[in-house]
């Protein structure tokens, strides 16, 4: 799987959008893009994930760069509850295994 | 509807001692895993199950470490003879497909402390 590289923290103010990057320019063709985060004292909890189109759902939204060697995930209105670890991962689509890295730690500032 | 569950929530071993960590998958779900959680670290792939075949056992850190699913349901990951290295969270998460999965349903964890 290709590696990702995620600044190790950021901050927010609530109410805001939150912009979270990720690199991967090693990227392959048929490689996905997907994201999870974590909650203190919780198990990761899928958010998105994407090819190379960007994608919405409930949750977020996934913008991925054309030459797709990057994107970021975008949560439209930060909330205290959205401070979490999260984990942009790159993997084949039907790989079982998912490679996390250490991620971006999001704190949400009231 | 019910969560993937994992029992015990905390566990604490003497160094030597063998430890017994559960896993309650979603019902239905065909695919199960494992993952390592270090201290400030993400998680870390252990092994995988579809149904009750265990299908990739390849980050599985030693010969210590034993997972089953006999009925493709519950699974339980077994640390026979426990060191302070051994010390993290174990977290268990469910899939629903066996060939397409993207979407993985994780449990709290157990945390592991091995003294």
């Known amino acids: 799987d290709a590696k990702t590289t995620q600044p190790p923290s950021m901050d927010c103010a609530e109410g805001r959008a939150a912009n979270l990057p990720c690199n991967h320019s090693?990227?392959?063709?048929?490689?996905?893009v997907y994201w999870y985060r974590q909650i203190h004292s919780q198990g990761p909890q899928y958010i998105i994930h994407?090819?190379?189109n960007n994608e919405t759902n409930e949750m977020a939204s996934l913008i991925i760069t054309e030459d797709r060697k990057s994107s970021t995930l975008i949560l439209p209105h930060a909330t205290l509850r959205d401070t979490a670890v999260y984990y942009c991962?790159?993997?084949?689509?039907?790989?079982?295994?998912?490679?996390f890295g250490t991620g971006t730690r999001l704190t949400i500032i009231p | 509807g019910a969560g993937v569950s994992q029992s015990p929530r905390y566990k604490v071993a003497k160094r030597g001692q063998d430890v017994a960590l559960r896993c309650d998958p979603i019902?239905?779900?065909?695919?199960l895993f494992w993952y390592q959680q270090a201290l400030g670290q993400g998680p870390e792939f252990l092994t995988y199950?579809?149904?009750?075949?265990?299908?990739?056992k390849s980050g599985l850190p030693s010969d210590r470490f034993f997972a089953e699913r006999p009925e493709g349901s519950v699974s339980t990951l077994k640390i026979q003879r426990t060191q302070q290295e051994d010390s993290a969270v174990y977290l268990c998460?469910?899939?629903?497909?066996?060939?397409?999965?993207?979407?993985?349903?994780f449990g709290p964890g157990t945390r592991l402390t091995v003294t």
């Open positions: 998460a469910s899939s629903l497909m066996g060939q397409i999965i993207y979407e993985q349903y």
């Open positions: 090693t990227i392959s063709g048929n490689e996905y």
């Open positions: 994407g090819l190379k």
């Open positions: 991962i790159v993997s084949l689509f039907g790989n079982e295994k998912l490679t």
């Open positions: 019902s239905g779900h065909v695919s």
């Open positions: 199950f579809q149904n009750e075949a265990q299908l990739d």
